[in-house]
């Protein structure tokens, strides 16, 4: 299979639009990524699955994930005035950097037997604009991985035929695999003898919990 | 044909342990408006004995054939994914065993195969050679297994499956004796195995290798001449090649369809690129050739097992750099996959360089072969559709995570 | 000819049926509460404490928590013993197993540095009771060196030489630090 940066040159020249990067993968030995925009993700997806150089038939793995909102600290020159004269002082400004949920597509060629190009795709922020494309049109295999991302992660798809909750049943409300995640309360479990979970055992089920 | 955009028949997936009634008539209006009959919508399972464990399909039929299949998941559902990032590497481990509890050993060996990939650890010889062996003794005990429980679903009461797990009694005590558990194994560590095998454990696998053919011809006289047999799987449940790659199907159910594509070939990942085996490929992609090529493949893992068995070296069985404490790989992600006997079992791990996983995924095989259940199931009867369903093989452990 | 598939079958069954009378390699299944299979000695239940001599004070325990933490299931529970200023000794006071909850995964002996928890064999603990009878306590889950190489002889053969080589070390250590200590000692003491 050919390199990632020729590959990332080929799909520039056929979509000039898209914005195309590649992500490095700090573990030696393993694969980087490539990370597509949201918009022409389907396009890029098609082109891989066509392209007779790549062949790329099998999707293997679609794999949701969460990153927060990160704070970055920053140091800055800036020019104050002070005591009539204006001097240069360094400030440290705090950037919040938005989070945002990602998914990972891992591609195989069934023919060709080569592999793993492993594609990215961003949503735009962590809470409202979480839409990417569905890869279900050409690849059934996202069906149920992509509905189990709905699920647990929150990313909407666009063009899925039947975005449903996979796992969680319907009316739950929260996204379980998220990061900031927590656990209501009152969630089924057994009062252990020990720690917080018997704390909150003895406040939803005082009887079974005085017997520990 | 019904139109499912009417709201009044509007496919409602009900909430999983929510008291409602097992089926529902639905009727059926031609196109001028005039009753002509009924249809009527089953949930099949979560307790249903050939679902093999609580899975449900919310099914619609028209007298006996299907016209409508949705699965049903999440009965089962624990969280592990949440569970592993919330523990340290080696702690998921046990976990792993739990999500096809037939074959702890290749799961185990997934795993620790996509933690190698990323911590960059070397195998000793040795290990590769146990891992080999028991995941091949792992592929024996779920293929024959499988059979068992697919001539259950036919109505064979009883007597495969006695003979299957018969056999699996004794692959068991294997892996009892190498890994304390019978099941729930927890044997192999990054960077090799656990324990070195205890004293005659080889001679005795030997002999269960040398004894196995014999089980494989009594079965295949007992079953794959029968006629009953032929007419109940053959022609039914057919998954075209197209199809089967579009839908990520894996393992034996692609292979069955006619793709050559075995991660054991592809990827050679261990060194089963020492061993010389065939890829049975079926040629139709019925249910009878999904039952004829696990029983192919359990013979081409005897092949794997008797050179493995013989050639295996003498040596450490742990690289030296792994340890158990303290162990956090560099940042970083990396996908690791094997052949598992239900698909490719793969692990994504991503890691920020602390003690947890910060994503740690599993490509479950069973979930991803159940995507197309219902193309294969539309148009047949209900009967065949646990047929079906038995012929994909699937656990639930695996599905849920 | 239709039928001889089955015909087939039919002989295969009528040869295991007669076959589980009298060969031996089909003798599989045991009559449970009388008779019981004979374990291997890896085979594994639920962990227990070892103790060399006294079974309280002879502990081989030191409470450093490193098989709480890395427990999976988090099913163990330790409080070390403290002395009357309240400084914390090298010894459980506290320590509860909820077997109810180990998965018998083996990883606290596993990571344990002072061999001092292993895996028992000990597999018949059903009880009505689940926190008295499923809650194993310090004194419940103390068991002796010679219990440890009833049930695992060359594991715990081992561990005794692994133990006893590290204790001479320790000696040897301690004896080549005594010899220098008094001038060590006397410069300390010049300090002001």
């Given amino acids: 299979m050919e390199t990632l940066p020729q590959l990332k040159t080929r799909l520039a020249a056929a979509f000039p639009k898209a914005r195309l990067e590649i992500v490095p993968n700090g573990s030696p030995g393993n694969p980087d990524s490539l990370w597509v925009d949201a918009a022409s993700g389907l396009k890029v997806a098609g082109f891989l699955k066509n392209?007779?150089?790549?062949?790329?038939?099998?999707?293997?793995?679609?794999?949701?994930?969460?990153?927060?909102?990160?704070?970055?600290?920053?140091?800055?020159?800036?020019?104050?005035?002070?005591?009539?004269?204006?001097?240069?002082?360094?400030?440290?400004?705090?950037?919040?950097?938005?989070?945002?949920?990602?998914?990972?597509?891992?591609?195989?060629?069934?023919?060709?037997?080569?592999?793993?190009?492993?594609?990215?795709?961003?949503?735009?922020?962590?809470?409202?604009?979480?839409?990417?494309?569905?890869?279900?049109?050409?690849?059934?295999?996202?069906?149920?991985?992509?509905?189990?991302?709905?699920?647990?992660?929150?990313?909407?798809?666009?063009?899925h035929p039947d975005l449903r909750r996979l796992l969680m049943w319907e009316g739950f409300a929260d996204h379980p695999m998220r990061k900031d995640y927590c656990e209501p309360d009152d969630y089924e479990y057994e009062p252990t003898p020990h720690g917080a979970l018997l704390e909150k055992a003895r406040r939803h089920y005082p009887r079974e919990a005085a017997h520990g | 044909m019904v139109d499912f955009a009417q709201p009044e028949n509007a496919f409602k997936p009900g909430l999983p342990g929510a008291a409602e009634p097992a089926c529902r008539v639905v009727p059926k209006y031609s196109d001028q408006g005039e009753r002509e009959g009924d249809w009527l919508e089953i949930s099949m399972g979560p307790q249903h004995p050939s679902t093999h464990g609580v899975f449900r399909m919310d099914l619609v039929l028209e007298g006996e054939t299907v016209i409508r299949l949705k699965p049903v998941f999440g009965y089962l559902h624990r969280n592990h994914e949440k569970i592993a990032e919330q523990t340290t590497y080696l702690s998921s481990m046990?976990?792993?065993?739990?999500?096809?509890?037939?074959?702890?050993?290749?799961?185990?060996?997934?795993?620790?195969?996509?933690?190698?990939?990323?911590?960059?650890?070397?195998?000793?010889?040795?290990?590769?050679?146990?891992?080999?062996?028991?995941?091949?003794?792992?592929?024996?005990?779920?293929?024959?297994?499988?059979?068992?429980?697919?001539?259950?679903?036919?109505?064979?009461?009883?007597?495969?499956?006695?003979?299957?797990?018969?056999?699996?009694?004794?692959?068991?005590?294997?892996?009892?004796?190498?890994?304390?558990?019978?099941?729930?194994?927890?044997?192999?560590?990054?960077?090799?195995?656990?324990?070195d095998l205890p004293p005659g454990w080889l001679e005795q696998t030997r002999r269960l290798v040398a004894d196995f053919p014999r089980f494989l011809d009594e079965f295949e006289a007992l079953l794959t001449g029968n006629e009953i047999v032929m007419a109940r799987l053959q022609g039914v449940g057919a998954l075209s090649r197209e199809l089967a790659i579009n839908a990520g199907i894996s393992g034996p159910m692609l292979r069955a369809s006619g793709v050559n594509y075995d991660i054991r070939k592809v990827d050679q990942y261990g060194i089963y690129n020492r061993f010389e085996f065939r890829v049975p490929l079926g040629a139709h992609g019925d249910c009878y050739d999904r039952f004829m090529l696990r029983l192919l493949e359990m013979r081409e893992s005897l092949r794997i097992l008797e050179p493995a068995l013989k050639d295996i070296p003498s040596g450490p069985i742990i690289d030296a750099r792994a340890k158990l404490r303290n162990f956090k790989p560099r940042p970083g992600e990396a996908y690791g996959r094997i052949e598992a006997p239900k698909g490719e079992l793969g692990f994504y791990l991503v890691s920020d360089g602390s003690a947890n996983p910060y994503r740690y995924r599993v490509r479950p095989p069973s979930l991803i072969n159940l995507t197309i259940l219902e193309d294969l199931c539309l148009g047949q009867k209900v009967a065949d559709v646990v047929i079906i369903l038995g012929s994909v093989d699937i656990v639930l452990g695996e599905v849920d995570r | 000819m239709p039928g001889f598939g089955i015909i087939k079958g039919l002989k295969e069954t009528a040869r295991n049926f007669f076959g589980s009378y009298h060969d031996p390699g089909r003798f599989v299944t045991i009559q449970y509460p009388e008779e019981k299979r004979e374990h291997h000695e890896n085979y594994r239940s639920f962990p227990f404490l070892v103790y060399d001599g006294d079974p309280v004070k002879g502990l081989r325990c030191?409470?450093?928590?490193?098989?709480?933490?890395?427990?999976?299931?988090?099913?163990?529970?330790?409080?070390?013993?403290?002395?009357?200023?309240?400084?914390?000794?090298?010894?459980?006071?506290?320590?509860?197993?909820?077997?109810?909850?180990?998965?018998?995964?083996?990883?606290?002996?596993?990571?344990?540095?002072?061999?001092s928890i292993k895996m028992d064999q000990e597999f018949e603990v059903s009880t009505a009771d689940r926190f008295?009878?499923?809650?194993?306590?310090?004194?419940?889950?103390?068991?002796?060196?010679?219990?440890?190489?009833?049930?695992?002889?060359?594991?715990?053969?081992?561990?005794?030489a692994q133990l006893a080589a590290e204790r001479e070390r320790q000696q040897a250590k301690a004896a080549a630090a005594k010899s220098p200590a008094p001038a060590a000692a006397a410069t300390r003491e010049k300090k002001p």
């Fill in chain 1, 51 to 159: 392209d007779a150089a790549l062949q790329l038939d099998f999707l293997s793995n679609v794999t949701g994930l969460d990153w927060l909102d990160k704070t970055v600290t920053e140091k800055v020159r800036v020019k104050r005035e002070f005591k009539g004269q204006e001097i240069e002082v360094d400030e440290i400004l705090e950037k919040i950097v938005p989070g945002y949920l990602e998914v990972v597509y891992h591609f195989y060629s069934t023919p060709l037997r080569h592999g793993p190009l492993v594609l990215r795709m961003r949503t735009e922020n962590r809470t409202d604009r979480t839409h990417l494309p569905s890869l279900v049109p050409l690849y059934r295999s996202a069906e149920f991985q992509e509905r189990e991302i709905y699920d647990l992660y929150g990313v909407i798809f666009d063009g």
């Fill in chain 2, 94 to 195: 046990p976990y792993t065993d739990r999500l096809d509890y037939f074959c702890s050993m290749t799961n185990n060996w997934a795993y620790a195969l996509a933690v190698e990939k990323l911590a960059g650890l070397q195998v000793p010889e040795r290990a590769e050679y146990i891992r080999i062996i028991t995941a091949e003794l792992t592929r024996l005990q779920n293929h024959a297994c499988l059979m068992g429980f697919l001539m259950q679903d036919l109505g064979a009461m009883g007597t495969p499956l006695m003979y299957a797990f018969r056999e699996r009694e004794k692959i068991l005590d294997l892996f009892e004796a190498l890994s304390g558990a019978r099941m729930m194994c927890n044997y192999m560590r990054f960077g090799g195995c656990r324990i």
């Fill in chain 3, 62 to 115: 030191v409470s450093c928590k490193i098989c709480e933490k890395e427990c999976p299931p988090q099913c163990i529970y330790i409080v070390p013993e403290q002395d009357g200023s309240g400084k914390l000794l090298k010894f459980p006071r506290i320590f509860d197993i909820d077997v109810s909850v180990c998965m018998g995964c083996q990883i606290c002996v596993e990571v344990c540095p002072f061999d």
């Fill in chain 3, 132 to 160: 008295g009878g499923l809650i194993l306590n310090r004194s419940k889950l103390a068991k002796s060196n010679e219990y440890y190489h009833q049930i695992r002889p060359a594991e715990a053969t081992a561990v005794d």
